[in-house]
């Protein structure tokens, strides 16, 4: 089973074992609709969770006093990939890292090595024969195709 990071518990809250947790996902509202999470490869079952200022306050089965709520301080959530609500053909933005670049003509770029998060957004970071960074936005990802491997951009003059 594959597991996808999807937040991090900063901090307990309250008495009875509830966690406040940074959320990973697209909203914090999706978060709040999985399940069960992970966490050091230990299934919990999920009791309730709400947003709360930005974050989410999650209180999971058997997590019943602030000593054990504590003791997960830190801890980064996972969830199986089989839990994420995606469309038909959509992907994970960390599905894209290995992928082959290619331009319009289909000439290779380079590999994608990483995504960078910006505060306008992710940028693609294409390492060839030389560094390319590319906005991950429909302007310039013209097609992902995770079977063959390749993702076709659309490359502005300069780039």
């Known amino acids: 089973m594959e597991l ?4 991090k518990i900063v901090n307990t809250h309250g008495l009875r074992g509830e966690l406040k947790v940074e959320q990973w996902s697209d ?11 992970f966490i050091d490869n230990i299934e919990y079952i ?6 709360q200022k930005g974050f989410v306050i999650l209180k999971l ?3 019943d006093t602030i ?7 830190n801890k980064i959530l996972f969830i199986p990939r089989s839990s994420l609500p995606l469309d038909d053909g959509a992907c994970l933005i960390s599905d894209l890292v290995g992928l082959r670049a290619v331009d319009e003509s289909g000439a290779e770029l380079g590999k994608i090595d990483g995504i960078l998060t910006l ?4 940028v693609l970071e294409i390492h060839g024969k030389r560094e390319i960074l590319v906005p991950l936005v429909d302007e310039f990802v013209l097609n992902i195709d995770l079977e063959a491997g390749a ?3 659309k ?5």
């Open 155 to 159: 490359l502005i003059e300069g780039m």
């Open 61 to 63: 089965k058997g997590i």
């Open 151 to 153: 993702v076709t951009l």
């Open 67 to 73: 000593d054990s709520a504590e003791a997960l301080k």
């Open 4 to 7: 996808i990071e999807t937040g």
């Open 27 to 37: 909203s914090p509202e999706i978060f709040c609709t999985f399940p069960h999470f």
């Open 46 to 51: 999920k009791e309730r969770a709400r947003v």
């Open 119 to 122: 505060p306008g957004g992710e």
